[in-house]
């Protein structure tokens, strides 16, 4: 019997002492030390400048609007020097066909 | 040219005229209302729609330089070299449109400004290319020479058109193929509204050419005046 009930504990022994070690928590930190090395480290100890374009974010609206501004001021700018164009000739052929008149009638 | 026929051409050039005016209106319309917002790149994507219409419409103005200066080159016609003149300066004119719209989408898409990816690099090749013919053509009243030596210009200039639309099928690049090549598409409310875009380029370039090319025949027609005037 003695060795029934010996036999019985050693068995719940091993059972239970795996599951109890797994259930356990770990053990914090808290020594004041320990606290302040980690604080130092996460604190920056050095600025290094950003190259490339993660400098800045341009918002994708101001592009948007560029890039239909400028299809627009060069169809206008184009418009305008064909105006000018059209209105140089237009004078300069005026003028030639009134001097080539006058050369005829003389 | 007739009195009839400058009434028939003024009536065909309204018509275009109004018909594109209706098609851009519509085309805004599709592309800030109707077409939805890009899932990755948000609203920046919309530059899609003028962007790859122009760089359609430069091919139509670089096209139409190179058939004039190759008919003038046959015929000595002055009328073709007014073409060839005419369709130089539009098609430079929407190759500098793509050139700063492209950056634009890029500096949002890729982070960059620009690369020398094999699409955007011949892209310039060709806008540098029809700049030196318009340099050519700016020196003073053009002779005989120097419009053929622009007119072989232009002719070197279509060879690179084929270069920038294959250049994203067999070259390695950055440049989406969406619409080209292996790409997914486009939602189909996209689809409409670059389709609007770009029979309205297409109104527009056709529109440019002929006025310019009208203006370039009256120039034509003053140059030979004074040299008319000259020899009396």
Known sequence: MRALI??????CTMLITPLALADSPPEPDTTDAGAQEDAAEERATQFVGVRGPEAESIP????????????WALLFLFLLRMRGLQRQTAEELERLSAQIRASEGQ | ??????????????????????????????IFVVAPVEQ???IVQKIFYFHVPSAYAMYIGFGVSAVGSAVYLLKRDPKW????????EVGTLFCLIVLLTGPLWARKAWGVWWTWDPRLTTTLLAGMIFAAYLALRSMGDAGEVEKRFAAGLALFGLVDLPLI??????WRGVHPTVITGKGGGL?????????????AFTGLAVL????????????????RLRLELMHR
Not at chain 2, 81 to 88: F, N, S, Y
Not at chain 2, 208 to 223: C, D, H, P, Y
């Open chain 2, 1 to 30: 040219m007739s009195r009839t026929r400058q009434s028939g051409n003024s009536t065909v050039w309204s018509l275009v005229l109004f018909a594109t005016l209706a098609l851009f209106a519509a085309t805004l319309y599709m």
């Open chain 1, 60 to 71: 994708g609206g101001a592009l948007l609007l560029a890039a239909y501004a400028v299809v």
């Open chain 2, 187 to 199: 939602e189909s409310e996209m689809y409409w509204a670059l389709g609007l875009s770009f029979i």
């Open chain 2, 208 to 223: 440019l050419i002929w006025a310019r090319a009208s203006v370039e025949r009256q120039r034509e027609e003053t140059a």
């Open chain 2, 81 to 88: 070299d007014a073409v060839g003149v005419a369709g130089a």
């Open chain 1, 6 to 11: 010996a036999a019985l504990v050693l068995g």
């Open chain 2, 165 to 170: 639309h294959f250049s994203v099928q067999r």
């Open chain 2, 40 to 42: 990755q790149m948000g």
